[in-house]
């Protein structure tokens, strides 16, 4: 049993609030445990310079945390003049992550932005970002859609993720806390999408290492914390939706 | 009438939500209108260098948006790398009127961080930022005198500020919102205290001018608008602290 | 009595000095007391991007400091790599100020850069800058006017500043020089129009408060001091760019 | 087959120069396939302000580019005055990686800089520099240790690291050079250490999925590349450092 | 004959002006037909990280132009947030230059910081900067030798600086304009001491190349014009200072 | 004898290496002693905004070094965010000086970039690269005119440069390492052509002076090492390169 009373395969409580925010396409505020994150997705009529003319979307992201979302107020990045390290393979993880499940050429010419503030943070920060934006991305896509502006909807799947690490003794859990991150050996994030398939792994032992075996226990157990995070997933995001979404990834098994 | 409804010398409706998050000495998500701010207080147990050795404490300010608080999305100054001209105006403005209610020397060497964080924006977000950030920094006060680390408690009086305006009928406005904001012809700031002291007035025609008796007219709307935030504010900061700022504001007058 | 044996209302000696560099449309070394600032007025032959198409001009303003303007040397902004607050402050005031009396339509599609560079400083540079750079705004206007580049004379108005603030005596005085000012519990910056309208009013308690009647002091301060510097400014400009601004006003004022 | 006639499980050839430069502690020149890589250890006899005084040393690495080690030149970071987010995400993935290996508090209150300098790029820079850097830091590591610096050889394991990813046929091939990595769908970095453990695993699908039958090709194929890398590793440093890691890590299996 | 009238070993009028500000331990408006540059010497009470405890002083110099001193505005280097090239060129110069003529080890560990503001350029700003600094320099220098903080007059020798260049007519020209500079084939800064000796020599030919000749003409036309110079830094810094140098220099051939 | 054992007159042992990249149109690794420098030539079929429109080409250079080219490890520029005022000089030097033999209109619009990236540093860096870069360059402008994309060969005439310097003897030697560059009293860098003209004399005495006589021993030192240097390049450039240099100087000066 984990400090916070956890079973080692069991997710922290989830809850999910559509329509958060008034003027973005998409907003949500995701709570996993006490990580909170508000994700917005805003459609923007351009492509970036490198995407132009090929009649294709583009998915990016963005991710910051307030000063205070954590136990030591950080610094700003704004006032230090630059993003951090992290900040940088975080956002470029959760855009990456996104496209994975978007079919850009239906998407047209168009760039959705998926913002990520984490107003509270305990660990998972980046993996409730992803799995937060994917449902203000799909309702942005609904926006788009229902208004007649793509000839199909757009996202191929869903997508979620989690964090899943090796405790202290040297066996697997997932979806872990900040206390829990900071002591744990091996530390791996596991991007998923509906069908079963990986599209991120990242897995790092700071300071140490671990072993094929230990690989298999860490990806079981992702895999079943994500298939739990689908669910509240498509609660959030109603039926209508859902049901676009698993129309679209039959029609692409369809044709593979 | 206003194109919302509202009286002349109407606030918008005003919702304070203390102890929104977990791990800041003091925090508020105050929502006046549409426009939604959360601040936080964080102490910090040092002052800035030209500070030191004088036997008081420091309040700072900073300010920020999210990208998607307002209609159109913002590059975040992070990813601009520096901080916009607008943005260091206001984070000076609310450290600067935050300070004319607090008894530094009281506060000891210390560093209150206020971090004003506008998660939604319908204009007024500077002024709801100091009405916030005041109750949050109330709050954090409190823990520190509760603790024994103060010898009294530190908070001189209220704090509260409104925006004002000439709208196109030619007469003052109180709290406008973003659209009244926007085709005023005079847009004015105002920052009072508990006993009926201005701290701040910033009054801008931007190309436009306005008269002696029209700044009287704006005065008195914003003198009448405070005195409700001041209710706001007690019921929010609940009997215990707002007794410790009354017994603060008696003792400082029985001195002058 | 004042500390340097003037009245409450006496403003400094003034000295303008026209034509002061070879190169700018307009230029004047303005002198107060011992505050010395160089204004330049250049034209620019196109607006900013937010403002084309729209048939209007543009006004805007730029404020330094030699770094051995002041008691202490300070660092260069250059060197610092990023402008402070309080530069970004004063040139967003400056800038806003001198457009709410210029008829942006009549200038057409120009840009008027005003840079306001502090060669010495004792108190008061803001309003010193402004002061100066209406005049030599007004000259570079003249000659676009009369080499018939501008249907008519688009200046509509007089527009002067100048510092009030509550001494230690808690009495207003106006034109505070560095020492009067560094300990002045209020300071106000009045920037007013030749038809006697306010543009800004910037009034700050740092670390205190001011009543409503020491307010109405404070205004009636600057107003006698504006009031002088106009006799300046109409001294400096000669009797044909006077005339200019008076027609131009009194075709306003007919219009109104 | 692959297009350059490789087999899928083929290294391209490799060429390790050791103490290719003068002043370094360590130095190397690894050249896979035409990538070329200049790696150095510097040794700094201080920690950066968040380790000191905890008797542990430090291993940072930093990874730039020739501005021509590509096909099309590339702007100088610090031309642009800021690290793209690529080379951020490579130097900290190969600072971590080296520290696995590193006993950290046998190298003391020192730091190792591990300088990768790509001259030439032809795919996997990250993945020959961290190979390379390995060799450069036992080097350096040596010289303390033949100093009498150290009480004992602190490196603990060998490390290398190779690409994997599943080519157009949908089968994994390993050491991917510049076109094969362009077209591939899936790409993933493995980090190995001596005795067969995983430090680093980072698996991405760019706009694809990868399922665990292809993990487990991916997986055994960087398995069977890695083993070749530290042959080559070893035979560049020679069998009294080879031997010195070898003692090292045979101690540490027997504490275990 | 030269456009503007000048013999080709004619230096262009010049007019010094010290004591110009108020607050600088020296400061001169050195003016060279329409050049003019502002020349102030601080006096700060450390030296750099990189000078401590040697016992030894430091000269450093930062040059800047208004951003209307030239015919085209300029964008101010803190506005674009870094220094241009040609900028950091200029003020190594100046302070390398100046050096040269300063017993540092008499100073003992202080700084003389030179700040050369050009507030009007026509050609030759480096070079009047160098003149002017100087006479800045000496000044404060003086300064601190009269208050007893130092045991003898730090100053060397009499420094002065021109350009001299290769007109149209494959001729050596003193003190070269904007005009005649821009058009020059060959454009060299030469800094000499009171004693005929070089400190600096850049020559450069831009898109052309000079022979051996040509330089010998270029040096004794700079000798001719720099010598001229010395005659107005004597007469600007007058007796009591120029007495001072002159023995120190004595004091230094007797020792040579 | 020089503490190296070389004659005052004497270079330090000279390799170039071309074709020494793969990507790049020319490269060569420049060895003088232990000063090592990789010289890029990169053609970009455009030219920077201030030059379109003119029919004309450009030369531009960037300069680098290697953290580990040192004795101590130095920061990267890019880490800092900002070049130094060193590398801007350098970099301006080395394009300034190769403009000076390249005839820009046969270049037509196109950019030539020369990146000199120093592997390892012994003094003498920017004098390598010019060396070096001339080189480099003369293969691209080869590649382009064999490829029929040039009307003519666009290359005037040779180009090297070395360093000159008086040493403690207080007399000249040319080719200093970085030992006798760190005690020199004067230190020139001289920059000349194939028929023997100057093209850039950079003397300084850093905090020492140098008289005529001195000069023209640097300088007859500079001559006689620069043609040992032109024997260099005309062997790694080989007969055909060597020959379309010489017809076009032969050219050039039967126009003159």
């Avoid at 945390?65 to 230090?80: G, H, S």
């Avoid at 000839?151 to 989690?162: E, I, K, M, R, W």
């Amino acid at each position: 049993m984990r400090a916070d009373g956890r079973e080692p395969e069991q997710l922290r409580p989830i809850h999910i609030e559509t329509d958060y925010l008034k003027h973005p396409e998409g907003s949500v505020l995701i709570t996993v445990g006490d990580t909170k994150v508000i994700c917005t997705a805003s459609i923007d009529e351009r492509v970036p310079p490198f995407m132009r003319g090929q009649g294709k979307g583009w998915i990016t992201a963005e991710y910051s945390m307030l000063p205070r979302a954590t136990e030591q107020r950080n610094i700003r990045e704004a006032a230090k003049g630059k993003i951090t390290g992290r900040t940088m393979e975080i956002q470029r993880l959760i855009g990456r992550a996104l496209r994975a499940v978007v079919d850009l050429e239906a998407l047209g010419e168009r760039t959705v932005w998926l913002d990520c503030d984490v107003i509270q943070a305990d660990g998972g920060t980046r993996t409730a970002s992803i799995t937060g934006a994917f449902i203000a991305m799909a309702q942005a896509m609904d926006k788009l859609y229902s208004n007649k502006k793509l000839p199909q909807y757009p996202v191929n799947d869903f997508l979620a993720a989690t964090s899943v690490g090796i405790l202290d003794n040297k066996h697997a859990a997932v979806d872990l806390n900040y206390i829990e991150d900071s002591s744990a050996q091996v530390d791996m994030n596991v991007v998923m999408t509906g069908n079963g398939e990986f599209v991120e792994l990242q897995g790092t032992g700071e300071e140490a290492t671990f072993s094929y075996t230990q690989l298999q226990e860490l990806l079981s157990a992702a895999q079943g914390g994500i298939s739990k995070l689908f669910e509240h997933q498509k609660a959030a995001l109603g039926e209508k939706i859902t049901t676009s979404i698993n129309n679209k990834r039959e029609k692409l098994e369809g044709k593979a």
